[in-house]
C-alpha cells in the first residue's frame, strides 16, 4: 500500500491523520456498511452466526463515530462479536430452533383419551370416539372385554385401528 504524504495542520483532522497512516478507508462508513451486509446475509442464512458479526461491526462503528484508533476499533469489533457468539448466541438459538414436539397424523392420538360408543373384546372390535372422530378399536389387554360409555386411554395405533385401556375411575 503507498502512502499519500499530506501536511498535517492539525491534530483533530482525522481524514489528513487516517491518509498519512494509509488507513483513509477505515472509516465509520466501512463498519456501518459491513453492519448492514452482515445483518442481510443473516436473513438467508438464519444461523444467528452473520448477525453476531454484525453486531460486533456495530461495535467497531461506533468507536469509529467516536474517532478513535484503529487498532481500538478492530479490538472492539471483535471483542463484542466473540462476546454474542459465546454469551447471547447459544441461548438464542436453544430458543429459536428448539420447539415442541409437532405430532402429525394418527400419532397424536397416543395417550388422548376416548368414549367408547360400541363394546369391544379381543374377538369383537368395537368402536370409540376420539377426538371427534369415530375409530375401530380393540383392546390393549387382550383378555378385557369393555363396555359402551366407559372411557379409555388409547395406547397405541395399527393402521385404522386403536387399542385402548380403560381408564380407572372414582366408585362411589
Given at each position: 500500500m503507498r502512502l499519500a504524504v499530506v501536511p498535517v495542520t492539525g491534530a483533530d483532522d482525522w481524514e489528513a491523520q487516517a491518509k498519512v497512516s494509509g488507513m483513509e478507508w477505515f472509516r465509520w462508513e466501512t463498519w456501518l456498511g459491513a453492519a448492514v451486509l452482515l445483518g442481510v446475509a443473516e436473513m438467508f442464512s438464519l444461523d444467528l452466526i452473520l448477525i453476531m458479526l454484525?453486531?460486533?461491526a456495530l461495535a467497531g462503528f461506533v468507536t469509529a463515530a467516536l474517532?478513535?484508533?484503529v487498532a481500538v476499533q478492530l479490538?472492539?469489533?471483535a471483542g463484542t462479536s466473540v462476546a454474542m457468539l459465546a454469551v447471547v448466541?447459544?441461548?438464542l438459538?436453544?430458543?429459536f430452533h428448539g420447539g415442541p414436539e409437532l405430532q402429525?397424523?394418527?400419532g397424536k392420538l397416543v395417550g388422548k383419551q376416548g368414549v367408547v360408543t360400541e363394546p369391544i373384546s379381543a374377538q369383537d372390535p368395537g368402536r370409540v370416539r376420539l377426538a371427534g372422530e369415530i375409530w375401530s378399536a380393540q383392546p390393549y389387554d387382550e383378555t378385557l372385554s369393555i363396555e359402551a360409555g366407559e372411557?379409555?386411554?388409547v395406547y397405541e395405533i395399527r393402521g385404522a385401528t386403536a387399542f385402548v385401556h380403560p381408564v380407572p375411575g372414582l366408585e362411589s
Open positions: 454484525a453486531v460486533g474517532d478513535l484508533n479490538l472492539a469489533a448466541r447459544p441461548g438459538a436453544k430458543r402429525l397424523g394418527h372411557t379409555v386411554e
